[in-house]
């Protein structure tokens, strides 16, 4: 008989290094919880919960064949909506938690946000001009970033990698 074994606050944050942030998210029908967790700090940040379609249309603008046919309209559609997603969903953490000099995010979403490519979205805004999407700011260049289920399954998975099974050979 399996049973889940959940992680506590106290828990989850002996995993952390000084430089690692758990954003946990949680998202009701008008309203986001994020969950900010470093190795000494929780914090809970609310906010309006982010419209599906806005992160639809982002994957959209992704799409070859809106590359191909309005290279110049997806991409200013592109920088638009992961500048406004990354405004709504990590500035207040990462402003927050920035005397910790953050290199690891370790991203929990929640429903639509499973869909959402975190590492995509930018953190500044480029000048106007050719659209060049190898110049841009996105999160991927400032952290490493991990996703997971959920916490305890994010750690459970991270304590048990390379023990029970490092002496098996092929």
Do not use: C, W
């Amino acid at each position: 008989n399996y049973e889940p074994k959940f992680l506590n606050i106290d828990e989850i944050q002996s995993k952390l290094n000084d430089n690692e942030l758990v954003l946990e998210y949680f998202v009701s029908d008008s309203t986001t919880y994020l969950f900010g967790i470093t190795n000494k700090q929780l914090e809970v940040f609310k906010f309006k919960s982010i419209e599906a379609e806005l992160i639809e249309e982002f994957l959209q603008s992704m799409q070859p064949e809106n590359f191909n046919s309005y290279p110049q309209k997806s991409y200013k559609q592109f920088i638009d909506q992961s500048y406004a997603i990354r405004q709504l969903l990590v500035d207040k953490s990462l402003t927050f938690f920035q005397q910790h000099k953050i290199e690891k995010l370790y991203i929990i979403p929640d429903k639509s946000l499973n869909y959402l490519p975190f590492e995509l979205l930018i953190r500044s805004k480029p000048a106007e001009g050719r659209a060049d999407y190898q110049d841009l700011d996105y999160l991927l260049k400032n952290f490493d970033i991990s996703y997971g289920y959920s916490s305890s399954i994010l750690f459970r998975t991270s304590e048990n990698k390379g023990s029970e099974y490092s002496d098996n050979k092929l």
